[in-house]
């Protein structure tokens, strides 16, 4: 039985599973030389394919890597930001503290039952719909286009932004293949973006 598996988050990249022994695995930045490409990874899967020596009409079970953390926090939020915020919290503490699996359901809504505030009940219905799915993919269309200059990029309510606040830079030797120079760091800068966030 042969298994494709399908990734887009951060790196995309394709995985082809025969009887649970990896057949062949690629990112697809292998091929189309852009570092970290997200896009779908469509040569990356013609790779695993030609390797195994196989068509797509062979493969038997397609397997979608999905994120479900970001999606429960997006379907949180109809709870309010606060609770949106708690769950995210705890859920990368389940993740990064206590190594538990927040991409399945189940791990979601158990760590959710410890959310102070959040009706686990109602995020679980979300989750089952996917109503917070179209709010996610928007999220990451901005990301991918040239909206966002980097991180940290702040968005303000009245439709400001600032990219880098409060820092003055220069590169040293090529943009993006030498480094960057810090010549100024204004951390106050974050209390004038809070008082105007306020205040809109």
Aim: net charge negative; proline share 4%.
């Amino acid at each position: 039985m042969y298994v494709l598996g399908i990734s887009r988050v951060h790196d995309s990249a394709a995985a082809l599973v025969r009887d649970g022994e990896i057949v062949a695995f690629a990112e697809e930045e292998r091929f189309t030389r852009v570092k970290h490409d997200g896009r779908f990874p469509s040569r990356a899967i013609e790779f695993c394919l030609n390797h195994a020596g196989i068509t797509l009409a062979e493969v038997d079970h397609v397997a979608f890597y999905w994120q479900r953390w970001r999606e429960a926090v997006h379907a949180a939020k109809e709870q309010g930001p606060k609770i949106a915020e708690r769950l995210d919290r705890a859920l990368r503490r389940g993740f990064f503290g206590d190594s538990r699996n927040v991409s399945m359901r189940h791990e979601i809504l158990e760590i959710a039952e410890t959310v102070d505030g959040l009706d686990a009940a109602a995020l679980a219905a979300a989750l089952d719909d996917g109503r917070a799915r179209a709010a996610l993919a928007q999220d990451r269309s901005v990301a991918e286009g040239d909206e966002v200059k980097g991180s940290p990029h702040v968005f303000l309510p009245d439709g400001t932004s600032a990219h880098n606040p409060g820092i003055e830079m220069h590169w040293e030797g090529k943009h993006g293949e030498g480094f960057p120079v810090v010549d100024k760091d204004d951390p106050t800068v974050y209390e004038q973006l809070l008082t105007a966030a306020a205040h809109t």
